[in-house]
């Protein structure tokens, strides 16, 4: 079983920055990947990035947000931290944090970024 609890979001304006948290909770299983997707209005749900577990774990961005958007995690601490830099209205969603864990896929409730003047 794995739960994940995401924190970080609001509003910020264009060019501004926002940094989202995720951590799971998990017993019994080892965490392959963890990483956030985002679903904005009227949207399909669409990969932000993606990381694999270890230390020489591939990312995997999203072009759109490629030098804009650096993810981090501890693997101890079973925590994934997103930095959102420069960011654009476009950017406006509700982010989901995802791990996978064996054969499984696991969600956050979901975040609102909203980048507005």
């Known amino acids: 079983q794995v739960q994940l609890v995401e924190s970080g979001g609001g509003l910020v304006q264009p060019g501004g920055s926002l940094v989202l948290s995720c951590t799971a909770s998990?017993?019994?299983?080892?965490?392959?990947?963890m990483g956030w997707y985002r679903q904005a209005p009227g949207q399909q749900r669409e990969l932000v990035v993606v990381?694999?577990?270890?230390?020489?774990?591939?990312?995997n961005y999203a072009e759109s947000v490629k030098g804009r958007y650096t993810i981090a995690i501890d693997n101890v601490k079973n925590t994934a931290i997103m930095q959102m830099h420069s960011l654009k209205p476009e950017d406006t969603a509700v982010y989901y944090c995802?791990?996978?864990?064996?054969?499984?896929?696991?969600w956050g409730q979901g975040t609102q970024v909203t980048v507005s003047s």
């Open positions: 995802y791990c996978k864990a064996g054969s499984y896929e696991y």
């Open positions: 998990i017993t019994g299983f080892s965490i392959d990947r």
């Open positions: 990381r694999l577990s270890g230390s020489a774990g591939r990312e």
